[in-house]
């Protein structure tokens, strides 16, 4: 299993943009699919991105597709997520998670980290 760090949250404006990162310890990640999900107070987890180990094929629901972009560095173990246009509809906690068992928004991922905050307003 990897371990999973997330930062890059903070407090922002909408309109404004905002990059995440998930460094990640442990062995081959580079064979690790890898996602991002969301959880705000009172609120189910919210799927964000997904993208396939070799970091060539994303995917992305409607509510943030064409805002967020998902993206993998295997040589510096690290995933990042890009996130433009932020309303307050995207505040919450951003957790990355990684998994060996397919890619995509119903896998079930093996590993997460502790989450990072991002908070939207004026």
């Known amino acids: 299993q990897l371990q999973l760090v997330e930062s890059g949250g903070g407090l922002v404006q909408p309109g404004e943009s905002l990059t995440l990162s998930c460094a990640a310890s442990?062995?081959?990640?580079?064979?690790?699919?890898m996602a991002w999900f969301r959880q705000a107070p009172g609120k189910e987890r919210d799927f964000v991105a997904a993208i396939n180990p070799s970091g060539d094929s994303t995917y992305y629901p409607d509510s943030v597709k064409g805002r967020f972009t998902i993206s993998k560095n295997n040589a510096k173990n690290t995933l990042y997520l890009h996130m433009n246009r932020l309303t307050t509809e995207d505040t919450a906690v951003y957790y990355c998670?990684?998994?060996?068992?397919?890619w995509g928004r119903g896998v079930p991922y093996e590993s997460w980290g502790q989450g990072t905050q991002v908070t939207v307003s004026s």
């Open positions: 442990g062995r081959l990640f580079s064979s690790y699919a």
């Open positions: 998670e990684a998994g060996l068992r397919g």
